[in-house]
């Protein structure tokens, strides 16, 4: 089992910036590949970003390429979005996830997930 903790959420001004921390337990942190999705009111649960094992390959939506960066420490445990150039459209409860078979973007070969925290942008 693995425990996920999501923080970092709040509000924030459009053009503003916000960093997610997501703290894990329960299983080896550097044997999970972690992805970011979020999910706005009425909507599916879209993906954000996710980074390998290693830290070494990150990947990002079209929608937050080039503004937001995924990075990890395996010796904190932790999985960090840093989100900049933020967006009335970026507002969504946030959600950390942890995939034991590598990296993707399907939201259904995701195995762990936090309780999410809430962004909301201001225009």
């Known amino acids: 089992q693995v425990q996920l903790v999501e923080s970092g959420g709040g509000l924030v001004q459009a053009g503003g910036s916000l960093r997610l921390s997501c703290a894990a337990s329960?299983?080896?942190?550097?044997?999970?590949?972690m992805g970011w999705f979020r999910q706005a009111p009425g909507k599916v649960r879209e993906f954000v970003g996710a980074?390998?094992?290693?830290?070494?390959?990150?990947y990002y939506s079209d929608s937050v390429k080039g503004r937001f960066t995924i990075s990890r420490d395996n010796a904190k445990n932790t999985v960090y979005l840093q989100m900049g150039g933020l967006k009335p459209e970026d507002t969504a409860v946030y959600y950390c996830?942890?995939?034991?078979?590598?990296?993707?973007?399907?939201?259904?070969?995701?195995?762990?997930w936090g309780q999410g925290t809430q962004v909301t942008v201001s225009s």
């Open positions: 980074i390998s094992r290693s830290g070494g390959s990150t």
């Open positions: 996830a942890a995939d034991r078979s590598g990296l993707g973007s399907d939201v259904r070969r995701y195995d762990y």
């Open positions: 329960g299983r080896a942190f550097s044997t999970l590949a």
